[in-house]
Structures are given as C-alpha cells and as structure tokens.
C-alpha cells in the first residue's frame, strides 16, 4: 500500500455536524495513512462536540471567527504540517484508494502544483457535479465551464473525461495543492471571502509557471450547495463580485478596460432576467456586488500592480461559451 502519511486531508466545517456526521466517516475509511484535520470556523451548532466525542481521532483547529473559505483555509495551513494538502469539502464522499492516484501524480511530475480528481454528483453518482465535475476552464469574458458541465446542464459520466489532462482551475470542492506552492502564492485571496477564489489562485499559478491538472483516477462525490445554495442571493452576490475581481486582478493589459465592460453590462441583462423570472433579491445581489466592486478597486489595482511586476500572465479558452451554450446551443464540452 502507498504511503500517504504527506498529505493532508483538510475538511472546512461551519455549522456543519449534520454533513460530518454523514460524510466524515468515509474520509477516515480511506484515507489511510493521510492526516486528517477538520478546520472549525468558529461554528455555533454541536460540530466540536460532536468530533470530541465520535472522532477523537481527528486534528481539529479551531478559528475564533468565521473567515469563509479562502480565510479559514490560509489560517490553517499554518498549523499544518504535511506536504500535500487536500482541502476538502464537508459534504464530499470519497472512494476507496482515492488517494493513491493523486499521490502518484505529484510524485511523477515536479511542476504539477495543483489536482482535481473526478468530481461527480454524491445524489446521482453516474452524473458529473457542478463545481468541478472533469476539470475547470473561463472564456475570454471569464465565465467558468468544466469538462462535464456547461451552466447548469450536467453530462452523464460514460468515461468520456477519464483522460488525465492540463486544466484551467480545480474545483474548491477537493482542491489538491502541495504546501510550498500554496505559500509562495499566498494563499487565497482573503477578500473573495467564498467562490471563485480557487480561480484566483490557479490563474496565478499558471502565472508562475506551474501546471494544474485533472486525475481521473482518483473519484469523490460531491453532495453541493450545503453552505450556499444556487437561490441564495449571497451566492449571486459573491459570484458576480469575485469575478469581476479576478478579471481585474489577473488580466493582463489594457483588454481588461474593455473586459470588465462588457461584464458589466452582461451582469445587468443577468439581472434582468432575474427580475422577469420574479426573482429580484437577486437583481439586488447583482447591484451589491458591483458596488462592493468598486470599493475593493483601489485596493485590487494594487494587487494588480504587484502581480504584473512579479509575473507574466497566462490566459487561455474558447471566446464565448455564453454564445456557445445560450444562441449556438451547445451543451456538451467536447461540441466547444
């Protein structure tokens, strides 16, 4: 059996008991020799507790307040020791021997700094799942597609992705990073607070040079939305603000002015249609975050400023999988 005692396997929890309960036991079957953490962002339900008690086990580190996703992460990793780090959702069923592919594929390549294995849909498992599914790209106007799911239109897994390959960016959902990388990146961006800070920091490690890829091999189910759902307007809020930040932060050249245009003016015919499907919390989450927007200007040119002068960027998809999918109506990645 391969030893897997470098990695760690680091499970974010906020209020979280019910999916620990249902979920955790399958990492502790088959993760083996892999260290397991649960990173507690200052939960108010019985989630302590309840590890205490059931999974004495377990590394637990406990953060004095809620820092979403990209904080609760960075804060951690500090206290982490392993080599690899494997940041978990809390609502991820993993399979046996999920592990030992991605291990392997570290091991085989030194410039492979980030994986994803296949992510498919922990309540119809022969379905890829949203957040990942077989490996992320962005078109040219930065919306997110994967291998396997083009907006909300799911593929059947029928092996048709079970060729490792070169990615764009790797899922949150099972983000698998090696330690030294995550640090000299940074970590995440602490101002995405949750979504799309793993876009963020894979576009800047392609900058730097590293490759980012999907391990077919290595399988998870993803159970989704169990921290913010798709009709939550907070999720509407930090997807439409985060991309218009990273759009900003890592474009390279004065083709981001024009960019960042066309994203706002695409941002309000999405609100719109929200207001004519009867849906206008999320036509004001949409207002909210290009007002949030504007306040973290400032602070994101100067974010840009120092990316530019650290690094060359790197920018690569197809121009418009808005047009492919919503006027040419493709719904399959391999018909892009």
Request: aromatic share 12%; proline share 3%; charged share 20%.
């Amino acid at each position: 059996m391969q030893d897997v005692s470098h990695i760690a396997v680091a499970i974010l929890n906020w209020n979280g008991k019910a999916l620990l309960e249902q979920f955790l036991p399958s990492v502790i079957a088959h993760s083996h020799t892999a260290v397991i953490y649960v990173i507690d962002n200052a939960s108010t339900d019985e989630s302590v507790a309840f590890l205490n008690e059931n999974f004495p086990q377990v590394n637990q580190i406990l953060l004095p307040e809620n820092y979403g996703y990209a904080g609760g992460y960075n804060h951690a990793v500090r206290h982490i020791k392993e080599e690899i780090l494997i940041l978990l959702n809390s609502d991820v069923e993993v399979t046996k021997e999920w592990l030992f592919p991605l291990a392997a594929a570290f091991n085989a390549e030194e410039s492979t700094a980030i994986l994803q294995p296949k992510l498919l849909d922990y309540t119809r498992k022969n379905y890829f799942e949203y957040a990942g599914a077989a490996g992320g790209f962005i078109d040219q106007l930065g919306y997110p597609y994967c291998r396997g799911r083009i907006f909300d239109t799911l593929e059947k897994d029928t092996g048709q992705y079970d060729d490792s390959t070169s990615i764009f960016w790797a899922s949150g959902a099972c983000f698998c990073i090696r330690k030294s990388v995550f640090e000299q990146l940074g970590g995440f961006d602490e101002d995405f607070f949750a979504h799309q800070e793993e876009i963020d920091l894979c576009w800047r490690a392609h900058q730097h040079g590293f490759e980012v890829a999907y391990i077919p091999q290595s399988v998870v189910y993803h159970l989704g939305g169990a921290s913010l759902s798709a009709m939550n307007p907070k999720k509407t809020f930090l997807n439409f603000r985060n991309t218009l930040l990273a759009l900003l932060k890592n474009v390279n050249g004065n083709k981001v002015l024009l960019l960042l245009f066309l994203r706002l003016v695409l941002d309000g015919i999405a609100g719109m249609m929200f207001l004519l499907q009867g849906k206008p919390r999320h036509l004001l989450a949409i207002l909210n975050a290009h007002l949030s927007f504007y306040r973290l200007l400032p602070k994101f040119l100067r974010k840009r400023k120092l990316l530019r002068a650290k690094t060359k960027a790197s920018y690569y998809s197809i121009s418009s999988v808005v047009v492919a999918y919503f006027i040419q109506k493709k719904r399959k990645y391999t018909q892009l």
